[in-house]
């Protein structure tokens, strides 16, 4: 082909191409917005299920402030008091132990013949005894036989019904076992247990009438100094 027929032939094509008719410019780009009015609905539970999950989580932290900011129990008022009532009877620098974590049922206001929670300090060897006790006396004759845990500092108990049942390593240290003869009343064993254990050069025990084992190693490793 020729330049000359080149360029007649491009002349027809520009020619050509004017007399083509467009479509309306809406339907330039259709499938872009079919898309975009397809995403809208989406878009729109989108938004309402994060709005949903806002709400929820509002609410918890309401009802968390509301849990936090509530009046304290009778038995934490009580228990509070009574501890702080052994602190100050002892002077500053004697560790005083104190459990955050004990079991429910152990946190309860006791009446009658187990009153709890019930706090001694013995000024006179430093050291000091706290009682959670729980419902009635196992048997009516022992005033000492209510389902119980016990803290006592510079006390070590002898009787020759505790049995040797092993070492523990807790607190930094090795945490002497001993276990007691199982009281049976209705129809439930309760099993004597006593930690001892030595602590910033002092004795300290920690026994239970009721426990199993990974409750009282557990409110073992609860125990902080108190001021």
């Not at 491009?10 to 008719?21: C, E, S």
Request: glycine share 6%; charged share 20%; hydrophobic share 45%.
């Amino acid at each position: 082909m020729t330049a000359a027929s080149e360029e007649s032939v491009g002349r027809a094509l520009a020619v050509g191409a004017t007399r083509i008719a467009l479509p309306p410019e809406s339907r330039w780009i259709p499938e872009s917005r079919a898309r975009s009015g397809a995403l809208a609905p989406l878009t729109a539970v989108a938004a309402a299920i994060l709005i949903v999950i806002a709400g929820m989580q509002l609410n918890a932290v309401r009802e968390q402030r509301s849990a936090v900011g509530g009046p304290p129990s009778a038995f934490k008022v009580a228990d509070d008091a009574e501890w702080a009532r052994v602190r100050a009877a002892l002077p500053a620098d004697v560790v005083v132990l104190r459990p955050t974590w004990i079991p429910a049922e152990f946190a309860e206001v006791g009446v009658s013949d187990c009153p709890t929670p019930l706090g001694v300090a013995a000024v006179s060897d430093r050291g000091y005894t706290f009682n959670y006790r729980k419902g009635k006396l196992l048997t009516p004759e022992n005033a000492n036989s209510c389902p119980k845990i016990e803290i006592k500092r510079n006390a070590y108990q002898v009787s020759t019904q505790l049995v040797e049942s092993g070492f523990v390593n807790e607190r930094g240290t090795t945490v002497r076992v001993r276990t007691g003869p199982v009281v049976f009343r209705n129809a439930k064993a309760y099993q004597l247990i006593y930690l001892n254990w030595v602590e910033d050069g002092t004795q300290f025990e920690l026994s239970s009438l009721d426990l199993e084992m990974a409750e009282i190693l557990r409110v073992l490793r609860s125990l902080e100094p108190i001021k």
